[in-house]
């Protein structure tokens, strides 16, 4: 008898369609749709061959991209390769990991997971979940199942790519089989991705059909691109508010309330305390938390890249998500118009034949390629190579989406109700020939009008970083610069719960006189008993450096008793430098004083963090 077609089949001729600008989808959505849609209809003349049939059966084949994402690049990466995996004629469904009922990830035979890593070598928020699922006692039998995974990760951190690495262990133990190798990328991550991607297709193309299992069923569509906009209310957006869900997506217009310098006029720095209203939002959140704040790009620097194109401002584009917008607009708010991302940097070599950047892109000079990029915008990038042009449209498309930045939290929300504190450092320096400002802090420090300008904000919370659950516990926050933040929230926060147990902070910066952030503050905690102890070093008060690691070490016996008293450590502020040299001498100071071997140490260390009493906030 002979089979129906699929419904989803064209008939051979029919031109292959498209989805209207005027659709109700971001250009995400759209682009995904069109390619689904072009990998459907592509070989829709092609004569129905048995080969022809074998690859329309293809068509149909399902495929489940998920992904863990925080800030938003693991996220674009996945919804990127769903779109390139309609192209290869795969019908993909793009999830956040959480989402794996939604998702019938258990009965899933194809699934490519794109996951970043946060806190120590752990999930981002969106994939936490998934992660206790598949390691509890529900976690289902996968061996129907074929993946692979894409970690994304920053080689400054320990655990490198850790949750990746994390969930393409176990999907292999629970008996998926892993189509090619793991890819772990770097910050710059694209060229890793890419490459990665291209060796996946053909491994993909090679899998026989899905498993009849059925893997699209429930309140799930055939074809869907969920994004955090459907994610269900968060403990922050419902409280207070329940009517709004102020988020990543839909920020909260904040009031900023007070904007004050934090450092003498004789310093090198300037770091701000800023008071964030948050009446009327909903928001709540815990110390520890942070909060992402959506910045605007400057407005000089907007013009210098509008001259430097040859460009009004007035010209028509798209934002990333598909809206018509003036191209003034469009740097302005919507794309990130500092670092060169690569794909721009590549289109200007190309277009250019600048030969000097030509030769730094082969894929043996990048690190000559990192060094010629260090301090150079993409006003610098498209001056140095004249020759580049594009049109408005063009250019935008080779831009990444500006993206949200986080500020741990300052205050506690049981002293300043309604209000989020931060201690903002501000990014100014100079590079060739030009000042250079930081997106975010100047918009924040410079740009926003008391009471007046919104500052468009969301509560990010943290996963790792809280008080001890017990009042008695003693802790010990280490947090240089601006790394004192989280622990003014802490300090408060112990407070205003009339906790007993005793607070050792170490605080460093450049210079006594200039930078001892929140002096009085601390002082007066320190006089009314809040802060048991407080260890300052500034670094360039004498002539050689002094840190707080050094006053680490100088106290290395008092610090090894709190931690045998069960003091939690908590460290925070920069995560390049300082996080690592304070973590050895973690580990120096439970060799010395604690009379441990290394290795001793070592495994002290690491039951400190898998009890949760060695934290960090480091960025
Ligand atoms: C969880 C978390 C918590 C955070 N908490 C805080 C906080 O409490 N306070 C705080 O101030 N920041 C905090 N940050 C950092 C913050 O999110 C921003 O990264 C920071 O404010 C810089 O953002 P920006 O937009 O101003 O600068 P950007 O425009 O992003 O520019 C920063 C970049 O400029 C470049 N750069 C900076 N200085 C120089 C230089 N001298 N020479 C050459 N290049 C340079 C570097 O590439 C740097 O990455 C936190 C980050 C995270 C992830
Ligand atoms: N690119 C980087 O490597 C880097 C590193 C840190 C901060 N930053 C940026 O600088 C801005 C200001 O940051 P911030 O105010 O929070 O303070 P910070 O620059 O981190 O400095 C705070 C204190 O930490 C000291 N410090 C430097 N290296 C250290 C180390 N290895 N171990 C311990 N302490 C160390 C600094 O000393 P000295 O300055 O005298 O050395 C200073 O006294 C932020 O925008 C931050 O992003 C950049
Ligand atoms: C606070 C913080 C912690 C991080 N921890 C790690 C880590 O432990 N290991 C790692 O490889 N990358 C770590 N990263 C880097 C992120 O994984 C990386 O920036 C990634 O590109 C973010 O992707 P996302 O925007 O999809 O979340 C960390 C970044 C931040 C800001």
Redesign the pocket.
Known sequence: MPQPKPTTEPSPGLPVPCIPSTAPFTTEQRAWLNGYLAGLFADANVPETSNARSRDDRKTEPLLVM???????????AKRFAAEAGQHGFAPRVFPLNDYQKANFANASRLLIV????????P?DNAAAFWQFLNSADAPKLDHLQYAVL?????????????GRKFDERLEQLGGRRLVPRGE?D?D?EPTAKKWMEELWPKLKKTGPASRLPEIQGDDSSIEMRTELDAGPSRHETDGAPALRYNRINPFPGRLVVNRKLNGPDSAKDTRHLEISLEGSGLIYEAGDALGVMPTNCPVLVEELLATLGCKGEEAVADPAGNALNLHEALLRCYAITQPPPPLIQAVAERSGNSQLLALLAADKKGELDRWLQGRDIVDLLRGCGSAAFSPGEFVALLRKL?PR?YSIASSPKAHPAEAHLTVAVVRFEAHGRPRKGVCSCFLADRIVLNDTPVPIFVQTSHGFRLPAGGDTPIIMIGPGTGIAPFRAFLEERRALGAKGPNWLFFGDQRRAADFLYREELGALLAGGALTRLETAFSRDQAEKIYVQHRMREHAREFWEWLERGAHVYVCGD?KKMAKDVDAALHEVVQSAGGRTKDQADEYVQRLKTDKRYQR???
């Open positions: 992904f863990g994402s925080q800030t938003g690049a693991a996220e674009g990466l996951s970043s890593t946060w806190g120590d070598g752990d981002p970690g994304l990760g920053d080689r400054n951190y320990s655990d490198f790519c850790g949750a990328c910050v991550y993206q986080l995560a906030d480091v960025y």
